[in-house]
């Protein structure tokens, strides 16, 4: 479970660059939850994965993990809880170590780490079936440098790697946007597999329509660090991709106008 | 002969310096300059306490940790008071330079044979071959002791390059390596990656300490000067036993550190042989890093020239 409170970010305050990525941020994401979150470029869908995930400190609010307040927490001390995939393929592994290293890793997620045998005969057997198990034949290639495998298996690994230890949420952000169409929809594939299997919390950021249509249970969208939309339940069910593009239109139109107007307009006729 | 074994004997303890820039420069990727320093420093506290008359193996240890503190105090001025890495090494190595004159009183040491290590190797000398003080090897004249000294070095590297070996294999090990090559990766798997960064130059430092400590005995002083050059000298080691090992496999670039640390010191007393003018070894040294560092992108131009002009 994920809870947001009144969460408000800033980038560069009182400067010409001043960006409010956030403002304030109410949100609540029910445990086994699958969310899409939408918006235009520099609407805060990736700041708010990055607020939760603890990349920065939130200027004002709460953030809870099923229960636990994590505010405070720097970034490292979330991943107990957090299990992460970035858009980069490249950022979610180490490229000189090996596929069973890389897994080695990601098994002791957020747990202390000591001078214990890292990859020994039971924990390297466990990983080869988990690795089996997403039926990329890479189970054979397990001591080959991670730098090797192309972009598309490296992400399925990063996926693989994320939910070793089952995590509280799981951050996607653009996960597929640097993959070619085959390779996105096999990760696609892989991330329902997961999901739905071990009943993970998800938030996943996403440019797709298509994707945010069809994947998950509830869809957000947000312009200018708010939530503008928050649709669920049965409107959910009967979203179509059209509908989510006719929002963006809407968006697309009221940002024509500048800032200020907006606001007095609103505040005039709404 | 006497020459070989001595130079194979500054190879092995020089080899534990190459470790440690492995761990700095390549395992975290740290550019650390605090090298020249705490090499000095290892073997200043050790000659310093031996010539007060501590037992030479509390004394080495003791250099050893004085340059692990060095290194964590690089690593903390940059981790917690965010100072340049590079700034952070010139700091604490300056800094050195005073703390040296003042652990050793002035600015050179000489180490009597009999308060250092090295009178272990004697000892063993004289039991394993007894009152033949000087062995025949194939018509070559060979020190017993001077044997028995390398003998006594290379079995305190090999040790140390087998600890590092089984350290890297462990959890901790694991994630320290994964620093270097993706901190974003590690710090998402809730690796702390200051304090990770803060160990490593730990060892290194240690590990360039325990060189330093080793080379005062072997040379028979310690030397605040001792320690100019030595980090281009141990890069110049880690490099060239990356080419002779040629992969990226931590096993293999710990064994390649020491045998490139040996062939490198083979080289230069061949070169010393041959009339190079020893005041002429650092240049010499440093033009070697840059050919080093430049060639293998020079070949790969040239090859793709090359097979450009295969192609069309």
Not at chain 2, 218 to 230: C, E, W
């Given at each position: 479970?994920?809870?947001?409170?009144?969460?408000?970010?800033?980038?560069?305050?009182?400067?010409?660059?001043?960006?409010?990525?956030?403002?304030?941020?109410?949100?609540?994401?029910?445990?086994?939850?699958?969310?899409?979150?939408?918006?235009?470029?520099?609407?805060?869908?990736?700041?708010?994965?990055?607020?939760?995930?603890?990349?920065?400190?939130?200027?004002?609010?709460?953030?809870?993990?099923?229960?636990?307040?994590?505010?405070?927490?720097?970034?490292?001390?979330?991943?107990?809880?957090?299990?992460?995939?970035?858009?980069?393929?490249?950022?979610?592994?180490?490229?000189?170590?090996?596929?069973?290293?890389?897994?080695?890793?990601?098994?002791?997620?957020?747990?202390?780490?000591?001078?214990?045998?890292?990859?020994?005969?039971?924990?390297?057997?466990?990983?080869?079936?988990?690795?089996?198990?997403?039926?990329?034949?890479?189970?054979?290639?397990?001591?080959?440098?991670?730098?090797?495998?192309?972009?598309?298996?490296?992400?399925?690994?990063?996926?693989?790697?994320?939910?070793?230890?089952?995590?509280?949420?799981?951050?996607?952000?653009?996960?597929?946007?640097?993959?070619?169409?085959?390779?996105?929809?096999?990760?696609?594939?892989?991330?329902?597999?997961?999901?739905?299997?071990?009943?993970?919390?998800?938030?996943?950021?996403?440019?797709?329509?298509?994707?945010?249509?069809?994947?998950?249970?509830?869809?957000?969208?947000?312009?200018?660090?708010?939530?503008?939309?928050?649709?669920?339940?049965?409107?959910?069910?009967?979203?179509?991709?059209?509908?989510?593009?006719?929002?963006?239109?809407?968006?697309?139109?009221?940002?024509?106008?500048?800032?200020?107007?907006?606001?007095?307009?609103?505040?005039?006729?709404? | 002969?006497?020459?070989?074994?001595?130079?194979?004997?500054?190879?092995?303890?020089?080899?534990?310096?190459?470790?440690?820039?492995?761990?700095?420069?390549?395992?975290?990727?740290?550019?650390?300059?605090?090298?020249?320093?705490?090499?000095?420093?290892?073997?200043?506290?050790?000659?310093?306490?031996?010539?007060?008359?501590?037992?030479?193996?509390?004394?080495?240890?003791?250099?050893?940790?004085?340059?692990?503190?060095?290194?964590?105090?690089?690593?903390?001025?940059?981790?917690?008071?965010?100072?340049?890495?590079?700034?952070?090494?010139?700091?604490?190595?300056?800094?050195?330079?005073?703390?040296?004159?003042?652990?050793?009183?002035?600015?050179?040491?000489?180490?009597?044979?009999?308060?250092?290590?090295?009178?272990?190797?004697?000892?063993?000398?004289?039991?394993?071959?007894?009152?033949?003080?000087?062995?025949?090897?194939?018509?070559?004249?060979?020190?017993?002791?001077?044997?028995?000294?390398?003998?006594?070095?290379?079995?305190?590297?090999?040790?140390?390059?087998?600890?590092?070996?089984?350290?890297?294999?462990?959890?901790?090990?694991?994630a320290m390596r994964a620093v270097g090559d993706n901190s974003?990766?590690?710090?998402?798997?809730?690796?702390?990656?200051?304090?990770?960064?803060?160990?490593?130059?730990?060892?290194?430092?240690?590990?360039?300490?325990?060189?330093?400590?080793?080379?005062?005995?072997?040379?028979?002083?310690?030397?605040?000067?001792?320690?100019?050059?030595?980090?281009?000298?141990?890069?110049?080691?880690?490099?060239?036993?990356?080419?002779?090992?040629g992969t990226k496999k931590i096993g293999l670039l710990i064994?390649?550190?020491?045998?490139?640390?040996?062939?490198?010191?083979?080289?230069?007393?061949?070169?010393?042989?041959?009339?190079?003018?020893?005041?002429?070894?650092?240049?010499?040294?440093?033009?070697?890093?840059?050919?080093?560092?430049?060639?293998?992108?020079?070949?790969?131009?040239?090859?793709?020239?090359?097979?450009?002009?295969?192609?069309?």
């Open positions: 479970m994920v809870e947001l409170q009144g969460v408000s970010k800033t980038f560069f305050p009182n400067t010409p660059n001043e960006v409010r990525a956030l403002r304030n941020i109410d949100l609540t994401i029910d445990r086994g939850s699958f969310v899409c979150v939408i918006g235009t470029n520099g609407s805060g869908k990736s700041t708010l994965l990055n607020a939760i995930a603890g990349a920065f400190l939130v200027d004002e609010g709460r953030i809870r993990l099923d229960g636990v307040d994590v505010t405070r927490w720097p970034e490292h001390r979330r991943a107990k809880l957090i299990g992460r995939v970035f858009q980069d393929p490249f950022s979610g592994t180490a490229p000189s170590m090996t596929i069973a290293e890389n897994l080695a890793l990601a098994s002791r997620r957020g747990r202390p780490r000591g001078l214990g045998l890292a990859l020994g005969g039971r924990r390297r057997a466990e990983l080869r079936n988990r690795v089996a198990s997403m039926g990329l034949d890479l189970e054979a290639r397990l001591d080959n440098p991670i730098g090797t495998l192309s972009g598309g298996q490296r992400q399925s690994l990063t996926l693989l790697m994320s939910g070793l230890i089952k995590p509280s949420v799981l951050l996607l952000d653009e996960h597929t946007a640097a993959l070619d169409p085959k390779n996105a929809d096999q990760v696609i594939r892989l991330t329902q597999e997961f999901v739905s299997r071990d009943k993970l919390t998800t938030m996943m950021v996403t440019h797709s329509m298509h994707q945010a249509s069809h994947l998950g249970d509830r869809v957000i969208m947000m312009d200018r660090g708010r939530i503008i939309h928050d649709i669920s339940g049965v409107e959910r069910q009967r979203l179509r991709p059209e509908d989510l593009l006719a929002r963006f239109e809407e968006i697309r139109r009221a940002n024509q106008l500048d800032e200020s107007a907006a606001e007095m307009l609103r505040q005039q006729y709404i | 002969m006497t020459l070989l074994v001595g130079s194979l004997t500054m190879g092995v303890i020089l080899s534990l310096l190459a470790f440690g820039i492995l761990i700095s420069f390549r395992v975290v990727a740290f550019e650390d300059l605090t090298v020249d320093g705490s090499l000095t420093l290892g073997g200043a506290t050790a000659a310093a306490l031996m010539v007060s008359g501590t037992n030479p193996v509390l004394a080495t240890i003791a250099g050893m940790l004085a340059g692990a503190v060095a290194g964590s105090i690089t690593a903390t001025l940059h981790t917690r008071f965010e100072i340049n890495r590079l700034l952070s090494g010139i700091l604490v190595m300056t800094a050195l330079y005073s703390v040296n004159l003042r652990i050793m009183g002035k600015s050179n040491t000489p180490l009597p044979y009999e308060t250092t290590l090295m009178q272990y190797g004697e000892s063993a000398a004289k039991t394993l071959f007894g009152e033949q003080t000087v062995l025949q090897i194939s018509g070559w004249q060979l020190p017993a002791r001077d044997l028995c000294g390398l003998l006594m070095m290379a079995a305190i590297a090999l040790s140390m390059g087998g600890a590092l070996y089984a350290f890297f294999r462990t959890n901790l090990g694991l974003r990766m590690v710090r998402a798997l809730g690796v702390n990656v200051e304090w990770l960064t803060t160990l490593a130059l730990f060892i290194g430092n240690g590990l360039i300490g325990l060189s330093g400590a080793l080379l005062a005995q072997y040379q028979g002083f310690a030397d605040v000067q001792m320690g100019i050059g030595m980090l281009v000298w141990g890069v110049a080691s880690v490099i060239l036993g990356e080419s002779l090992v064994s390649g550190a020491l045998m490139g640390s040996v062939l490198f010191r083979l080289l230069v007393a061949i070169a010393l042989r041959w009339g190079l003018n020893p005041n002429d070894l650092k240049l010499i040294t440093a033009v070697f890093v840059f050919v080093a560092l430049v060639l293998p992108k020079f070949l790969s131009r040239g090859s793709r020239l090359v097979k450009g002009a295969a192609n069309g």
